[in-house]
């Protein structure tokens, strides 16, 4: 039970930090994304968050080939662009879905496939090797509040629990890497045509460094309810397979023995 409390602290800050989103001018969020390996982004973000320009989004995801849902966006970069973006970005971390992701590189090499499950606190990361049916690695928030870690290889699966993770799981573990919050304000960040991914429509964003000479370009897409849906950087090309909205917190157990 104390596990359980431990784990929905930081779900209730970020509601706090939601509710005076809404009442304030502005508000300066630092959420810091720790290096995850090879996929990890190296770069530091600060979000200026305008709370006057923002809707309240509710985290439910929306489904199904609605076309009418994809927004025209105005062109060129804006701070309404940006506002959207991390209003989506926030919302996501508390939206349940079950998502599978397919990475792969500019040039159309295929990497591995992840499984995201997000049952807020309960979060589980799946990685699935390019060519295999089965997860090589598990990482699982459990009902308890336990984060446990799972491998598994020829010799067989072993699990055991690790410490927790400085963020949202599916953010720190997962293979969309989004850059620290603390450098938003950075980005020059502008509203792209909005897709079709995986039958849900998405609002699109494309984000230009300011302040790095080779101007680093990132893209993310979204759901209505913030589950990122797709991602394009420096470390490849991630993109929507599978989702939905519908996730069993039997998702979230797995044993230790």
Known sequence: MF????????????????GSFMAADKLWLHWYTPDTGSSSLALERTVQVNASEQTQQQPTLALGPQTGDVQTPTPGPSPQSRDAFT????????????????????????????????????????TVPQGSNGPSSQIVVNGQGTTIACSSDATGRRCAPISPFNGP??????????????????????????RIIAGAPARCFELVSTQDARGTELDYCFSSAGVPLYSRGPSGIVETSQVTSDVSPAAFFISTS
């Open 3 to 18: 596990g359980l409390l431990a784990r929905l602290i930081p779900v209730l800050f970020l509601a706090a930090i939601l």
């Open 87 to 126: 209003a989506l970005w926030v919302a996501g971390q508390q939206a349940t879905y079950q998502v599978r992701y397919e990475t792969s590189s500019d040039s159309g090499e295929k990497g591995d496939s992840y499984a995201i499950f997000n049952l807020p606190p309960l979060a589980r990361v799946d």
């Open 169 to 194: 799981l599916p953010l720190t573990a997962g293979p969309i890497i989004f850059p620290a919050a603390s450098t938003f304000a950075t980005f020059d960040v502008t509203e792209t045509e909005g």
